[in-house]
């Protein structure tokens, strides 16, 4: 909090940054000197006793002006004493937790309004004894309205003297409105966040196969041929195509097309590794990218593709069709479109050999 000064005319002189909890310490301490001084002028023809009583009124003035504040700002005191366990509330605490501000609390009043409303307020706050400065609380009960209010407490460990009484003072706001809004920001966020990553999915798969479409593949291909190239990791590319695809389309119509390249997705993607990387990139064509597959593997798998779809996508009501495959291994130099051209050479060499098999990039 900032309290600002002013002179007489009314002119603001400038800022004191203060804590509420030092204020109100420090307004009962010269409150209780005043009381002592007074008691000790004598002889002094009641000039001290008089001075005295005009401070005490410009004081009191002060603590006026503070419960104003306190009520304007919507916040509360608490004070707190280990030895006894004695609690103080300001009318703003009173009022935070639903009670008339000018409530008469008896000794035991506070611990059963807090321990009805499920809060460990002085166990929180016993838990930082030591600790110097000032520190957070927070928690949350059930206000009259039956609406949940979120609290946040600025507390510090008080001890004036030697022999005084070590308490603990804490300023107390209620920042329900301040957390409903933090909350809505966070979800709001988690929605952004959801949907941009959905956008993201949508954007790199093919929206009939639900495989990774042409840009997905040959962003994740040049970094996997970059990695292969700096760090000597292997890999290898698959490209395989539906052989006689037109023939489909004429013979059984756009819709049993269709049909054919989501069944041979679904065989690929079962038979394909885990690591790998499945997608279609355009008409009949697609392509698997295989991260630490020698030339040798990379057959392998390619021949598992091969006879996958060959035997199953023989069963139903879709007409049955066979794949050419084209294999390469990742050599020094290649970059993604290198690697992808050999893979494409190979294809085309297995569809001139009579297709329905694999060859290996030369």
Request: net charge positive; proline share 3%; with cysteine.
């Amino acid at each position: 909090m900032v309290i600002r000064a002013f002179d007489l005319a009314g002119a603001m002189t400038g800022p004191v940054s203060v804590s509420l909890a030092a204020l109100v310490v420090a307004l009962a301490m010269a409150l209780c000197l005043l009381g002592r001084a007074a008691s000790r002028d004598k002889g002094h023809n009641g000039t001290l006793t008089r001075l005295l009583r005009r401070r005490g009124r410009k004081l009191a003035e002060i603590l006026r002006l503070f419960d104003m504040a306190e009520e304007i700002a919507n916040l509360g005191v608490w004070q707190y004493w280990p030895d006894d366990g004695r609690q103080e509330w300001s009318a703003g605490m009173k009022g935070l937790f639903g009670l008339d501000p000018q409530t008469e609390m008896l000794p035991g009043d506070a611990e059963t309004i807090l321990a009805t409303n499920g809060v460990e307020l002085v166990g929180q706050v016993m838990s930082r004894r030591g600790r110097k400065g000032t520190f957070n609380v927070s928690f949350s009960f059930n206000g009259l309205d039956g609406l949940e209010r979120e609290f946040r407490m600025r507390a510090c460990h008080v001890r004036q003297g030697v022999r005084a009484r070590p308490h603990v003072v804490g300023v107390l706001f209620d920042v329900t409105d301040i957390a409903r809004r933090e909350k809505r920001l966070r979800q709001s966020q988690e929605i952004a966040v959801r949907e941009a990553k959905k956008a993201r999915r949508l954007a790199e798969t093919d929206p009939l196969t639900g495989l990774a479409n042409r840009r997905r593949v040959m962003t994740e291909l040049d970094r996997l041929v970059m990695r292969s190239r700096d760090g000597g990791e292997m890999l290898s590319l698959i490209i395989f195509d539906i052989d006689h695809f037109k023939r489909v389309n004429d013979t059984f119509g756009h819709p049993a097309g269709d049909e054919v390249l989501q069944k041979i997705a679904r065989i690929a993607a079962q038979h394909a590794r885990a690591g790998d990387l499945l997608g279609r990139i355009g008409g009949e064509e697609f392509i698997c990218v295989a991260p630490g597959a020698d030339q040798h593997l990379a057959g392998l798998i390619a021949e598992r593709l091969r006879l996958a779809i060959a035997m199953e996508s023989a069963a139903g009501a879709v007409p049955p069709v066979t794949v050419s495959l084209g294999i390469a291994s990742c050599e020094n130099g290649d970059t993604a479109l290198s690697l992808f051209a050999r893979a494409d050479r190979a294809l085309y060499q297995a569809k001139e050999g009579g297709r329905n098999r694999a060859r290996l990039a030369a």
